[in-house]
């Protein structure tokens, strides 16, 4: 059996494995609830694993690449204790027509043996882009996304990056790479910079994500003991509230140790034992 997690973690070190200022948010709030001594490496090129203007692909999904990150730093730091995030962008998996931001956050803990993961996802994201070819289109472009409190990037096309201007943050510098690019291409692509350190409404999900993270960290496995104690799965088939049948809602949560494995299923977690006919496929087919 574990000791308890404020044992576990007190006064250890522990690496943040980013390269855009992640530090600002995960470090007070993990320093103050978890009892760590945070730190980053100078020189660590998080961009190795993908970049959000495109130079650089990322070549695994999100939940891989986050644990490729964090062990590269943590390797790095000689450190058995590292977190690390990864953001992306784009329609909501649910509302498909609203953009998101889909933040995962993992911590893993190898002297315990522990890789405990959270998802974030948010609407509140200025994510966008255009093609601009005249100032008029530029300044609403970049007052729609609230710039210049949120970067931009310009370059010649999409996926085009031979030309690129990163981490835009005042109208000088926007005004001096419009008279640039529409001179050498007459349009040319824009589009928001989403790296964190550019990004105050990502760096809130950022944080968002954090505190659920240590909510997780402080839920312990009931048998075990064990960090992280959490939900795994879910299954679908709450009632319909008419005709009593299954719908695609959600029915239970399965809470599970990664530690012991002991798992058990919360009904109802959303405080319903029913759904609404609307949902149902049979009543509203």
């Known amino acids: 059996m574990l ?6 973690f007190d006064k250890r070190r522990l690496v943040i494995a980013t390269k ?27 961009d190795q694993f993908g970049t ?6 990322r070549n695994s999904d999100p939940l891989n690449t986050v ?5 590269k730093a943590m390797k790095l730091a000689g450190c058995d204790l590292g977190i690390a995030s990864e953001g992306s962008f784009g329609p909501h998996p649910a509302l ?11 911590l893993i803990d190898k002297k315990n043996n522990l890789e405990i993961v959270v998802r974030e996802i948010s609407t509140d994201t200025n994510f966008n882009s255009q093609f601009v070819e005249n100032k008029i289109r530029l300044r609403e472009f970049a007052e729609k996304i609230k710039f210049p409190s949120h970067g931009l990037i310009a370059k010649k096309s999409q996926n085009d990056f031979t ?17 640039y690019f529409s001179t050498k291409y007459n349009s040319f692509y824009l589009e928001t910079d989403m790296r964190a350190m550019y990004n105050p409404t990502r760096m809130k999900v950022i944080e968002k994500a954090v505190i659920k993270l240590t909510e997780k960290i402080n839920c312990l496995c009931p048998k075990c003991q064990a960090p992280g104690f959490g939900v795994t799965n ?6 319909c509230e008419t005709c009593k049948f299954p ?14 494995n002991y798992k058990i299923e919360q009904k109802y977690p959303h405080g319903k034992k029913s759904e609404d006919p609307m949902f149902c496929d049979r009543c509203n087919p």
Not at 21 to 44: A, H, N, T
Not at 52 to 57: A, K, L, M, V, Y
Not at 96 to 106: C, Q
Not at 234 to 239: F, I, S, V
């Open 163 to 179: 030309d690129i201007e990163k981490g835009i943050m005042t109208w000088d510098r926007l005004f001096n790479v419009f008279d």
């Open 52 to 57: 959000f203007s495109g130079e650089i692909e």
């Open 3 to 8: 000791k308890h997690t404020k044992n576990i």
């Open 96 to 106: 498909f027509f609203i953009p998101a931001d889909d933040e995962i956050l993992m």
């Open 20 to 46: 855009h200022q992640k530090e600002k948010v995960i470090l007070p709030l993990l320093e103050k609830r978890m009892g760590v001594s945070c730190f980053i490496l100078d020189d660590f090129d998080s």
């Open 234 to 239: 879910y299954k679908k088939g709450l009632p």
């Open 247 to 260: 719908t695609n809602s959600t029915l239970s949560f399965i809470h599970k140790c990664q530690k012991c």
């Open 67 to 71: 644990r490729s990150k964090c062990l």
